[in-house]
């Protein structure tokens, strides 16, 4: 069980998109969800918002656990579905940071959204501070939301390495902690219900911090009248990627090791070298165990993943259970290369369109449109607090 997250209301869903064409592997459904999918693929009106915050160029991970889904969210919308996704730069400065790769950084993961197929004329994609409202109804929300609630958090424990189990109470801790990084989730919340969203696309370490914003809004609904919606969690059907150089844990930008992880952008070159040096192990032949072989199950989760034809894992397995590693690894690292040529050819040109305006030209627009769907909420929420 997540702290702080109410498995009883139902607000936690597994990943279902507004389809347009219905493709769900079958399973049982439950009662609240064949009425949540009654629901999505009705004419009512749906709004999607999801953040990404702007460290570079995104890892594998990072795309298939999250750029992928938000792509088929966006292609399988019904047309009346709003679709928003920010960089979320106000966050990434709660740990410091150099201002100039910052900037870098920001345009670098805008590139990456494009180049893994956003589309800006359906999708509303923009940087996070380009829009005050955000820090506005942060501040406004702040003033109801739970202390108490925040300081059971995980995510600033883990950020500060500190035990599940610290308290403010402890001298240490108050130490390290700063208030951008304890409050974070008020903006997260601002982000979220700014703009009416009713889904939030996120991964398991997520959850939390969409409860957190549900509890955000009902506070606000009890003292000012229905203005937020409490928006549902979508969670992501995809498997997690883990480190090439540890396939215990995820992989990840912080693992001191660059070749733990592949960047959507590296050369067939980068992902043939990283691919040879992850830990796989000894025994014979190509076998799916997480378990007893979670190194070459990782590799086989990543080909699955990226396979043009979506040959699944069993399939996989079936085809090269009698290939050495050495072997095996050579097909891993085409697969993977080819499933990111398109983007990464995307994205070096993107970066270069029309000498660097053109990224300026989106996020601009971005911003502009941003701006005036959160300017409806937040004049509701002025209105009710006296402003």
Known sequence: MLPGVNHANR???????????????????SHYEKRLLSS?????????????????IPHLGNYLGALQQWV????????????????VDLHAITVNQDAQQL????????????????????????????????????????????????????????????????????????????????????????????????HVPVGQDQIQHVEFTRECANNFN?????????????LSPAKRVMSLRNPLVKMSKSHEDYRSRILITDTP??????????MTDSMEGVS????????????LSIMAALD???TSIDELVQKYSTLGMHDFKDKVTITISDGLADIRDKYHHLMEADGGRYLEDIAVEGARKAREQAAIILEKVRHAVGF
């Open 11 to 29: 607000s936690i869903i597994p990943f279902f998109p507004f389809m347009k064409k219905v493709r769900v592997r079958p399973r049982h459904t």
């Open 40 to 56: 999505l693929r009705s004419s009512s009106s749906h709004v999607i918002f999801s953040g990404i915050q702007p460290t570079g």
């Open 72 to 87: 088929r969210l966006q292609n399988e919308a019904l047309p009346n579905t709003k679709v928003l996704f920010s960089i």
């Open 103 to 198: 900037q870098k950084w920001k345009r670098q993961t805008l590139a990456t959204l494009l180049s893994v197929g956003l589309d800006p004329e359906r999708a509303v994609i923009f940087y996070q501070s380009s829009v005050p409202a955000h820090t506005e109804l942060m501040w406004i929300l702040g003033c109801t939301a739970s202390t108490g609630y925040l300081s059971r958090m995980t995510q600033w424990k883990t950020k500060l390495a500190l035990a599940d189990s610290a308290s403010l109470l402890d001298q240490t801790t108050r130490s390290k902690l700063k208030l951008g990084l304890f409050s974070y989730p008020v903006l997260q919340a601002a982000d979220i219900l700014l703009y009416g969203t009713t």
């Open 222 to 234: 009890a003292l000012h009248g229905e203005i937020f919606v409490e928006p549902i969690a979508l």
């Open 269 to 278: 070159d980068d992902i043939r070298m990283k691919v040879r040096r992850a």
């Open 288 to 299: 799916f165990d997480e378990l007893k072989r979670p190194g070459v199950s990782n590799l």
């Open 308 to 310: 043009r034809q979506r």
